[in-house]
């Protein structure tokens, strides 16, 4: 692990999502829609030779849907040193999100001009 890749402070709501600082200085806001949606597991990746499914937020809901469950994080829990595993109230738990994986996905505008 890097100092880039060193979370120095991690604040977790399981309604709102993630926030980190990282020892670099650089911070990090992370949605939970989003972090579901870079969720780094084989079948969300599409590793397992199928399409990866990512939701389209910008798209506005329909006015016919008549229920969609609010995402929440029900547990977030440590893996080793180098990660965390999130339960997400859609019924997903697979996803090892590495140090590495949250620095590397990071929303902010500077990271996502630098990918």
């Known amino acids: 692990m890097t100092v880039a890749t060193e979370p120095e402070h991690i ?12 020892k670099d200085g650089h911070h990090s806001d992370y949605p939970l829609e989003y972090l ?3 969720c780094p597991c084989a079948t969300c990746t599409g590793a397992h030779g199928t399409e990866p499914q990512k939701s389209d937020y910008s798209k506005p809901a329909s006015p016919f849907q008549m229920y ?3 995402l929440k994080m029900l547990a977030v829990e440590a893996v080793g040193n180098y990660a965390v595993r999130i339960e997400w109230s859609d019924g997903h738990n697979t996803g090892i999100y590495s140090f590495d994986h949250f620095r590397k996905i990071c929303p902010c505008e500077e990271c996502r001009s630098a990918r």
Do not use: L, M, Q, Y
């Open 11 to 22: 604040a977790i709501s399981k309604s709102k999502g993630i926030k980190i600082d990282w």
């Open 36 to 38: 579901r949606d870079e």
């Open 68 to 70: 969609k469950p609010t």
